[in-house]
């Protein structure tokens, strides 16, 4: 004859204090925890004198430059030797009102910069604004 037991045992892991343990480790963590600071150059960022609200953002012309060297003019890829016809295309369909508005990598070479600088010159497209990330992150 078997005999079997009317009560059983229940395993299980008690899980009440929990949330205190983990409190208690992150609490541990944050405040032995060393930031290391960025060892870095010293850099002396230029600020901007003066901000001036554009009339009309239809005088923008927008150009991105990628670190890879693509230029976009308006989302047209265009090689740097066709940037000058565009750029004064732009110009006279805007009767000479044109804004540039640079938005390029961070990563970008300064020789494409530098090229488009040129060719803005050459042109007598002489209004440049850059295009730049805000503090929080976003594009503006």
Do not use: C
Request: a positive charge; aromatic letters at 6%.
């Amino acid at each position: 004859m078997k005999l079997e037991r009317k009560t059983r045992s229940k395993v299980e892991i008690p899980t009440a204090s929990m949330p205190d343990i983990i409190f208690m480790l992150l609490i541990f963590f944050m405040v032995t925890t060393v930031m290391r600071e960025y060892d870095g150059l010293d850099v002396l960022l230029p600020r901007a004198q003066e901000i001036q609200k554009l009339e009309s953002k239809r005088e923008i012309t927008h150009v991105w430059a990628r670190k890879d060297g693509v230029v976009s003019i308006n989302d047209h890829v265009v090689p740097v030797k066709k940037m000058r016809q565009l750029f004064y295309a732009e110009l006279v369909k805007k009767k000479g009102k044109m804004t540039v508005s640079l938005e390029a990598d961070k990563d970008a070479p300064m020789k494409l910069i530098s090229d488009i600088h040129t060719e803005m010159r050459e042109v007598n497209a002489l209004r440049l604004s850059y295009a730049t990330l805000r503090k929080g992150g976003n594009n503006q």
